[in-house]
């Protein structure tokens, strides 16, 4: 008879788990979110975590939210942006992952934007990796805090799992080119001196610059330069001895880290 091995089935599996509950993660608050140290890949897991009382992804599904987890890099001067990654994966459905800066520890967490005001954030199975520069912000804000999250897994092996481990990475960045953020910041390296002849033949002039890592515009009294809200930097050019302009670049120029400037 079947009868006695079902009933003894269920209360062995009663048993099992009453006595092996889940184990939620450490970090599966806010305020128990694990460092992340330069360099060092870390394994994390979704599995066995809840949804947070904190804090839910801006733009990806509520579902996300059902099982997140927690991570925080510090910000320091030792460089001046941070790519962040998460790859590998296991669950077989998707997986959100979103970036704040941190206001007041877990307090105040503001999202993390783009120049064009997207958040960064992203939804799905795949690869994701993220580059934020944290030279402007190193005086304001103390770390950025990650937030990786997926659905519960609805118990039913045939629909795959939602939860599962990722991999995640964070690598420091240099800025390799020189740029001027302010007109006090120009150095020889931001002047152009174009050469003039008397056959009004056009001379071209290139300085090479980035934008990766400036800082936005600002507009004290009495600034010279063009601002914008968005990141700038600032070149000079001497068009004669008593003479001298500001040539700004922004980042919706995409000149592709370099400016050319056509002079007569």
Known sequence: MKLPYIIFAFFYTNFV?????????SNDECDGAIELSLNMPIVGTTVDATR?????????????????VWYYVPISENYDGLSISLSNFTGDKQRGIQLFWDLNACGTLLPITDAGGNTLEACGISTT????????????????????????????????????EFTLLVTPLTKSCEHADLCEDISQDQILNPITNAEFMLDYVCLKSCIDFACPGVNPVGDACETNLQPTVVFKYRRMASFTDFVTVETFWKLGCHLDTLWR
């Open 129 to 164: 990796n993220f580059e934020i520069s944290t030279n402007c912000i190193v005086n304001q804000y103390q770390n950025i805090y990650l937030k990786v999250g997926t659905d519960t897994d609805d118990g039913d092996p045939s629909n795959g799992t939602e939860t599962g």
């Open 52 to 68: 947070s009382s904190y804090l839910l992804f801006s733009n990806c599904s509520d579902d996300l939210n059902n099982a997140d």
């Open 17 to 25: 788990m009453a006595n092996n509950p889940p184990v939620i993660p």
